[in-house]
């Protein structure tokens, strides 16, 4: 009996002096001064229009992280050698759409007043305007390459402006409409595919980018953009989308552009059981940070 209850407490001493897995993205660093990038989690989804969830993500994909490689085959990098921070998540009040924005917005300039980009987890895609209000203060010039299942051009959703459906178009009245391209979208009212087609931003190849190779381009990823058969934890899954590679070659044709930041927004985790979907948003954020 002694015995047993010594090896349950040299077992219990082992667990508690670890090893213990890092609540940090895999492959980040420890010094938040000596990084080029900061990644941040924006748990923020209350202005969610279908189904919620998209606040539990950024947690989600620390834990799921675990499971992906630091290199990257698809551009020859590891991740291991990119300066990279996770700083964990920023804290929002529920349901105040204003206030979460201004937390991202003043979170954004201190990153980018320390000569940092950002690579933002969401969070539903409301959290990109955010950002793009503190570049916008920052750069000029700046552009917004989305990849999206959705146009977001709403000007608003039952009496309310700042919403994830009119996101992009609330960006395009700090930027201008001459400064977005939208890619990847099949769904949306008449009147915002009117919108996209009057301003030309909806691009069909890659090719169709190249317009923004002298701009300082913010890319911001919504998960949905992949077909619902590889991506069904988000919030609103629209048949018809890309498949994984397909996004990675577009990827990769905008690698040398100077892209001062990105995000990746609307994975709803608990909506996947079998958590492809996150597995999924793990790699892609190992793709992303590659660009930046």
Same mark, same amino acid.
């Given at each position: 009996?002694l015995?047993?209850?010594? #090896? ?38 209350g ?18 992280s ?17 300066? #990279? ?10 349901g ?7 937390i ?5 300039? $201190? ?6 980009k ?31 299942? %959705? ?5 608003e ?6 919403? %994830? ?17 939208q ?10 595919f ?6 030309n931003? %909806? ?7 190249? $317009? ?5 381009? #913010? ?31 577009w990827?990769? %044709? ?27 948003? $793990?790699?892609?954020i ?7």
């Amino acid at each position: 009996m002694l015995q047993n209850l010594t #090896f349950i407490y040299d077992t219990i001493i082992y667990m508690l002096k670890g090893p213990f897995l890092d609540k940090d993205f895999i492959g980040s660093n420890k010094n938040y001064d000596k990084s080029d990038i900061v990644l941040i989690g924006m748990p923020y989804d209350g202005t969610c229009t279908n189904r919620p969830g998209t606040r539990f993500a950024p947690q989600q994909i620390r834990v799921e992280s675990i499971g992906i490689e630091t290199y990257s085959p698809y551009f020859d990098v590891d991740i291991q050698d990119i300066n #990279f921070y996770d700083a964990g998540d920023l804290e929002f009040p529920f349901g105040n759409a204003g206030k979460m924005l201004n937390i991202v917005q003043d979170n954004v300039e $201190c990153i980018y007043k320390d000569k940092k980009k950002i690579l933002g987890l969401g969070g539903e895609h409301l959290v990109t305007l955010g950002t793009i209000r503190a570049l916008n203060k920052i750069y000029d010039n700046l552009a917004v390459i989305q990849f999206d299942a %959705h146009t977001d051009l709403r000007e608003e959703y039952l009496g309310e402006k700042y919403t %994830h459906s009119g996101v992009m178009f609330q960006i395009a009245k700090l930027i201008g409409f001459e400064n977005i391209a939208q890619v990847g979208i099949r769904s949306g009212e008449k009147q915002e595919f009117m919108l996209m087609q009057k301003y030309n931003t %909806h691009k069909l190849s890659p090719s169709e980018l190249d $317009c923004f190779k002298n701009k300082n381009v #913010f890319v911001t990823i919504d998960l949905d953009v992949f077909d619902p058969s590889l991506m069904s934890g988000v919030g609103t899954p629209e048949a018809g989308g890309m498949n994984y590679i397909e996004l990675i070659n577009w990827l990769k %044709h905008i690698k040398d552009f100077n892209i001062i930041g990105l995000d990746i927004v609307e994975l709803a985790p608990d909506i996947d059981i079998t958590k492809t979907s996150t597995a999924t948003a $793990c790699k892609l954020i190992r793709e992303a940070l590659t660009l930046l």
